[in-house]
Each structure stands twice: as structure tokens, then as C-alpha cells.
């Protein structure tokens, strides 16, 4: 039984530019949250997407982005990179909205 | 907003000994639910137990154990018998149903020494 997967794994990009990350969900779950974690910090909820829609958002700006796919897989968009955004981007997913998270292994971002 | 405060950024045992994390938090919620989560290396974050606020018994996994004071708003991990593989960060975790988000605090970094 596959668990949370996320790719790439580590991803280095320049300021202005615009990344994608991506998650698979825990078979048999259906909604999916993204946090992020700054060095040394907790994690901090970006959003969640449950039946392809936003349910949740955290207090993050406009240029993160995402999307849910009808097979319940999820895309985290950044646009316009700043160098703050360097962090490690957890996905977590449930079944439905009140379960516990399963968390992937992340994709640390490094923004130069 | 709820807001989580580990007040220890590190902490250091020896092999087999018992070890307290500390966690408190602020709410105006009634329900809600509390978690320890673990962060090895790997940077997976992993389960280690759940605190449903209505159930007045604390929860206990193993060797892991919480002391749930819902009055004081405080919600601490014992860790007993100590294992070299429960180095890692703890975090506190916090969750409200209606908003459907953890709120996490800063971590804890534990060590547990040979």
C-alpha cells in the first residue's frame, strides 16, 4: 500500500521563476493538504483540496497556487519565486476532511 | 487563531531514560483535537499519537504517552524507555474540525544518546 509520494524530492530554481510540486495521495484517500516548513520551523498550512476544489487556505499570497486531478492527486504552483520560499513543501493526505494526515516526505525548494 | 508554543527548543536523554516534551496552546474551541507528530531525518512526518479534547483519559501508544490538562491547555509527550531511534523533532499539533488545519509549533529536537 503506496503511501503519500511526492515529487521531485529537491528542486533548485532562481528568483522570478515559477515551480510546480507534486503529490499522490494515500490510496483510498481523497483529499489533500500542502503545508509549508521554513528551516528550523513547524509547518504552515498553505491549503487543502477535497472533490478538486479549495476548501482551505492559509495565510499565503496569491502566487501559490494549486490543484486537485479527479484521480485525487494534487499540483502545488508557486509563481514569481522569492528567495523566502526556500523551504520544504509537505503534502498530507486523508479521507475526507476530519481523518488523520498522512504526510509524504516533501520537496525541499531552494530559491537562489 | 489557535496558536501552539513548544517551549523547548532542544533536549538531550541517555538511552532507556523517560523524557517529557511540553506543549500548550490557546483556543476558544471546546473541540478539537491534539497530536504529536515525529520528524526524523527523513522528513517524513510521522504519527505518534492523538488527543481527541472530549476524552477526558489520556492517550497512550506504546511507549508513548500524553498528559492532557484541557484546562490548563497544556499537552506534553512522555517518551519512556528511550530508543536511539527516537531521535528526531516532536511537534505539537493542533487541530480545530471546523477549520480543517493543523497549527503547528516550533518543534523540539530530541536526542537520545548511546
Known amino acids: 500500500d503506496a503511501g503519500v509520494t511526492q515529487s521531485p524530492t529537491h528542486l533548485i530554481k532562481t528568483r522570478g521563476q515559477q515551480v510546480t510540486l507534486r503529490c499522490s495521495p494515500k490510496?483510498?484517500?481523497?483529499?489533500v493538504s500542502w503545508y509549508q516548513q521554513a528551516l528550523g520551523q513547524g509547518p504552515q498550512f498553505i491549503f487543502q483540496?477535497?472533490?478538486?476544489?479549495?476548501?482551505q487556505r492559509g495565510n499565503f499570497p496569491d502566487r501559490f497556487s494549486g490543484h486537485q486531478f479527479p484521480n485525487y492527486s494534487s499540483e502545488l504552483n508557486v509563481n514569481a519565486l522569492l528567495l523566502g520560499d526556500s523551504a520544504l513543501y509537505l503534502c498530507?493526505?486523508?479521507?475526507?476532511?476530519?481523518?488523520?494526515?498522512?504526510f509524504g516526505n516533501g520537496t525541499r525548494l531552494t530559491v537562489t | 487563531a489557535q496558536t501552539v508554543t513548544q517551549s523547548q527548543p532542544e533536549m538531550s536523554v541517555q538511552e532507556a531514560e523517560t523524557v517529557t516534551l511540553s506543549c500548550t496552546y490557546d483556543t476558544s474551541e471546546s473541540n478539537y483535537y491534539l497530536f504529536w507528530y515525529k520528524q526524523p531525518p527523513s522528513r517524513q512526518m510521522i504519527l505518534v499519537i492523538r488527543q481527541e479534547a472530549y476524552k477526558q483519559q489520556n492517550a497512550t501508544e506504546n511507549r508513548f504517552s500524553v498528559n492532557f490538562q484541557k484546562a490548563a491547555k497544556s499537552f506534553s509527550l512522555k517518551i519512556s524507555d528511550s530508543q536511539l531511534g527516537d531521535t528526531a523533532m516532536y511537534f505539537c499539533?493542533?487541530?480545530?474540525?471546523?477549520?480543517?488545519?493543523?497549527?503547528f509549533g516550533q518543534g523540539t529536537r530530541l536526542t537520545i544518546n548511546p
Open positions: 498530507a493526505s486523508s479521507w475526507r476532511l476530519n481523518s488523520p494526515l498522512h
Open positions: 483540496y477535497y472533490e478538486e476544489e479549495e476548501r
Open positions: 490510496s483510498g484517500h481523497d483529499t
Open positions: 499539533a493542533f487541530l480545530d474540525p471546523g477549520a480543517q488545519k493543523l497549527v
